[in-house]
């Protein structure tokens, strides 16, 4: 699992105890890919993306690792 990971989405599948992130591994994407579809499992290598961008700041990036506690 990730180390340090902070996340105060608590309706997160992952979301952990002390707003931590509990994934295995995380993806975190700019927001213009932000609709693109990614395997339901995300602990996978590679989350289905071998792309590569940059951002100008954090507000331009989201996380696909999210999945809604069921």
């Keep these: 699992m990730p180390k340090g990971v902070s996340c105060s989405v608590a309706n997160c599948t992952y979301w952990a105890k002390g707003n931590q992130c509990g994934a295995d591994q995380i993806m975190i994407d700019i927001d213009s890919h932000s609709k693109i579809n990614v395997d339901s ?27 809604p506690k069921g």
């Design 41 to 67: 499992e995300f602990a996978q290598e590679g989350f289905g993306s071998e792309h590569q961008d940059t951002a100008p700041e954090s507000a331009d990036t989201c996380c696909h690792t999210f999945k």
